[in-house]
């Protein structure tokens, strides 16, 4: 079974980096039949893409927040991290770590980590 965890600092101070790990146990984050993403919610919003990191690195992030995100993984811990940079009270959400299909099997998000509250406030 495919589990992920996200982790890091649930309290982030104004320009300072907000930075989360996602741990993933039961799949290899270097299967090139899947990638994995970073997504968000911020109270009472709906859900907000971030970015995603491939099976091979490639990243590709949500152009509206692309500046300040960065995605990269670490294989031998099997985990991917997302950075954002200058952080502000409007980044204050439940942040989550998916698994993504890719285009061979269909695409859709079949595993979710179980969310982490992150806010940002001094």
């Known amino acids: 079974q495919v589990q992920l965890q996200e982790s890091g600092p649930g309290l982030v101070k104004p320009s300072q980096t907000l930075s989360l790990s996602c741990t993933v146990s039961?799949?290899?984050?270097?299967?090139?039949?899947?990638?994995w993403t970073w997504s968000r919610q911020p109270p009472g919003k709906g859900l907000e893409w971030i970015g995603d990191?491939?099976?091979?690195?490639?990243?590709y992030y949500n152009k509206s927040l692309e500046s300040r995100i960065s995605i990269s993984r670490d294989t031998s811990e099997n985990q991917f991290t997302l950075q954002l940079s200058a952080a502000t009270p409007e980044d204050t959400a439940v942040y989550y770590c998916?698994?993504?299909?890719?285009?061979?099997?269909?695409?859709?998000?079949?595993?979710w980590g179980q969310g982490t509250q992150v806010t940002v406030s001094s």
């Open positions: 990191i491939t099976s091979d690195g490639s990243t």
């Open positions: 998916a698994r993504g299909r890719g285009r061979a099997i269909g695409w859709g998000y079949d595993y």
């Open positions: 039961g799949g290899s984050i270097t299967d090139i039949a899947y990638y």
